[in-house]
């Protein structure tokens, strides 16, 4: 048996997109993988997260337009790989948590994120794809889409 027959192919991916430009990049290598299911998910982060009880105002209004935009962003991207609507993931989170429990919701056996070259000070802080990482179980592919330099801001 080779190495290449004995590790099979993903046969459920997750590909979580943060609905930038850069996750047609991300999307591109999981549609390579070739899985029989890709599923999609876009994580939207309560303002009462960001927020707390920081802003006092009723911010169901702002949620409910973030909600339906991202909605509208899921379906288009979705469309654009032929991702039907029960593949499709809209969910309110912090985007690891979430991801990692629509992972096991589903099956999953690979997780596509995007992963940022940090230096410095993000590097510390962690990002999205060192969340989905630490605690996923399935296979997490991080695809590098583009450099952070901290320390010259660019
Ligand atoms: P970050 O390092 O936080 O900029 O995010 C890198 C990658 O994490 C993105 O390319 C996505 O794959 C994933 N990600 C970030 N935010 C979200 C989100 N809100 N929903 C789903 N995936 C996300």
Partial sequence: MTLESSMGTYSKILLAVDLTIESSQVASRACLLDADELHI???IEPLSLAYGGDIPMDLSTVQDQIHDQAKTHLQEFSRSLDVPAERQHLVFGRPEAEVHRIAEEICA???VVGSHG???LSLLLGSTANGVLH???CDVLAVRVG???DENNT
């Fill in 109 to 111: 056996d690979l997780i």
């Fill in 147 to 149: 450099i952070i330099d």
């Fill in 135 to 137: 605690g996923a179980i």
């Fill in 41 to 43: 998910i876009h994580v």
């Fill in 118 to 120: 940090r230096h410095g």
